[in-house]
């Protein structure tokens, strides 16, 4: 089975992204290879996959903060990303000032409350 030549080129070009030399080889290789044993419709898939993911790779490949962010962020729980669910408890910081984190996402609430009413409020 042959790969056609715009499958060949989407993922060529989104190699282009990554630094140059043998790490940009070795990625252009693995995905083309990868890109050989589907057909059709998971083979357009798979190109829109990669394409989309570019940038989010090339983080990775640096090692830069953006990598780690993305890679943080895909492991919160679905219910943290939508803001609707998260699972709230009691901090403090150095100083001995208390605020609310949620457990999954760490994601902070800071209120303004009258001392001793710890209550979340929602």
């Known amino acids: 089975m042959t790969t056609p030549s715009w499958a060949r080129t989407l993922v060529t070009l989104a190699c282009r992204l990554l630094p140059a030399g043998q790490v940009r080889d070795r990625w252009r290789e693995e995905l083309l290879a990868d890109l050989e044993v589907l057909a059709g419709r998971e083979r357009a898939a798979y190109v829109v996959g990669v394409v989309v993911n570019a ?45 609310w984190e949620c457990r999954d996402c760490h994601k902070t609430w800071v209120t303004v409350r009258p001392p001793g009413d710890w209550s979340p409020g929602f």
């Open 55 to 99: 940038w989010a790779l090339r983080s990775a490949v640096r090692g830069g903060q953006a990598g780690v962010a993305v890679a943080r962020a895909a492991r919160r729980p679905l219910g943290c990303r939508l803001n609707l669910r998260h699972s709230w408890h009691v901090v403090s910081t150095e100083d001995g000032h208390p605020y």
